[in-house]
């Protein structure tokens, strides 16, 4: 199962308390597929959010029905309130599709309630691991101001986006995220999370280390071969004894120890030498050659 399946079922196996109920079941039905006085219901691949709204539905309005599935490659659970008088049960206590009744989110765990149930009707996110990110998709505009002040209410700041004509609220801060999903109450997928966080930095650091190593090798390889090429050019052009004797010495040294570092080299000497000092020697060596002509290669 996705990571998104996971914390979808999840969250329906919360045990909601009773005064959370008809807030979750409503943020299910106003964020489903319809809600009106012609249908109420939703559409959901996910069989555990079919079932959960069927028991909130039972259980908040005493509305009976069951998930018409179909399972195809992408399964699709329906739930539809088929009875015209559910529907208008449904309506009279929780008024209309575009103005957000509120009555029933005074409560701080009611409002977090509501929030998980928009999630599971209209929410998606991403693997963690790549790059987190929650999109709620919201075909209703009208009713975007009142997630956005419900999120901003719990601390949450989310963007908004417009994608194929629908409106997406999305979360894409790994930090956000998972103060989102310990809102809607799944703790333990939140710790799932900060686990692959920590597991996903470590990875990073790694890279980076191997990347710089990698790239200070390849700068060392790469000195070498222009002084052991400016000192050929030297010797080519006989020019080679007119260095002084310090620099003759470091010459030979770097030509008979072609990949040996800067420090290497130094241990390597049977005179006393610095890093900085060889350092030195060695540009003055290729200053010597390039006066001579020498353009970083063997010609
Ligand atoms: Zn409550």
Same mark, same amino acid.
């Given at each position: 199962?996705?990571?998104?399946?996971?914390?979808?079922?999840?969250?329906?196996?919360?045990? +909601?308390?009773?005064?959370?109920?008809?807030?979750?079941?409503?943020?299910?039905?106003?964020?489903?597929?319809?809600?009106?006085?012609?249908?109420?219901?939703?559409?959901?691949?996910?069989?555990?959010?079919?079932?959960?709204?069927?028991?909130?539905?039972?259980?908040?309005?005493?509305?009976?029905?069951?998930?018409?599935?179909?399972?195809?490659?992408?399964?699709?659970?329906?739930?539809?309130?088929?009875?015209?008088?559910?529907? %208008?049960?449904?309506?009279?206590?929780?008024?209309?599709?575009?103005?957000?009744? =509120?009555?029933?989110?005074?409560?701080?765990?009611?409002?977090?309630?509501?929030?998980?149930?928009?999630?599971?009707?209209?929410?998606?996110?991403?693997?963690?691991?790549?790059?987190?990110?929650?999109?709620?998709?919201? %075909?209703?505009?009208?009713?975007?101001? +009142?997630?956005?002040?419900?999120?901003?209410?719990?601390?949450?700041?989310?963007?908004? +986006?417009?994608?194929?004509?629908?409106?997406?609220?999305?979360?894409?801060?790994?930090?956000?995220?998972?103060?989102?999903? =310990?809102?809607?109450?799944?703790?333990?997928?939140?710790?799932?999370?900060?686990?692959?966080?920590?597991?996903?930095?470590?990875?990073?650091?790694?890279?980076?280390?191997?990347?710089?190593?990698?790239?200070? =090798?390849?700068?060392?390889?790469?000195?070498?071969?222009?002084?052991?090429?400016?000192?050929?050019?030297?010797?080519?052009?006989?020019?080679?004894?007119?260095?002084?004797?310090?620099?003759?010495?470091?010459?030979?040294?770097?030509?008979?120890?072609?990949?040996? +570092?800067?420090?290497?080299?130094? %241990?390597?000497?049977?005179?006393?030498?610095?890093?900085?000092?060889?350092?030195?020697?060695?540009?003055?060596?290729?200053?010597?050659?390039?006066?001579?002509?020498?353009?970083?290669?063997?010609?």
């Amino acid at each position: 199962m996705s990571f998104c399946g996971k914390l979808k079922t999840e969250l329906c196996n919360l045990k +909601t308390p009773e005064c959370c109920r008809i807030a979750e079941c409503y943020g299910i039905m106003l964020f489903g597929r319809f809600f009106s006085s012609d249908k109420i219901g939703i559409q959901t691949e996910n069989e555990a959010v079919a079932q959960n709204f069927c028991y909130l539905l039972r259980k908040c309005f005493g509305i009976y029905e069951t998930p018409v599935s179909s399972n195809g490659k992408r399964p699709v659970h329906k739930v539809y309130v088929n009875n015209s008088d559910d529907r %208008k049960k449904i309506l009279e206590n929780l008024g209309n599709e575009d103005i957000l009744y =509120t009555d029933i989110l005074s409560k701080e765990c009611c409002r977090a309630s509501f929030i998980r149930g928009v999630f599971l009707s209209c929410g998606q996110c991403n693997e963690p691991e790549k790059n987190p990110r929650i999109d709620l998709i919201i %075909k209703n505009e009208a009713l975007v101001p +009142t997630v956005i002040g419900l999120l901003n209410d719990a601390e949450i700041e989310p963007n908004m +986006t417009v994608r194929s004509g629908k409106n997406v609220i999305y979360l894409k801060k790994s930090e956000t995220v998972e103060d989102f999903i =310990t809102i809607m109450g799944a703790g333990n997928i939140t710790l799932e999370l900060m686990d692959l966080k920590i597991i996903k930095e470590v990875r990073n650091n790694i890279n980076r280390r191997n990347n710089a190593e990698e790239a200070n =090798t390849a700068k060392m390889i790469e000195a070498s071969i222009k002084q052991r090429n400016a000192i050929s050019y030297l010797i080519k052009k006989e020019k080679f004894d007119i260095l002084p004797e310090e620099l003759q010495e470091v010459a030979l040294l770097r030509m008979a120890n072609k990949e040996a +570092t800067l420090s290497e080299l130094c %241990k390597l000497s049977s005179f006393p030498l610095t890093r900085s000092g060889l350092n030195h020697r060695l540009k003055r060596i290729l200053e010597v050659a390039e006066k001579y002509g020498f353009k970083g290669e063997i010609k």
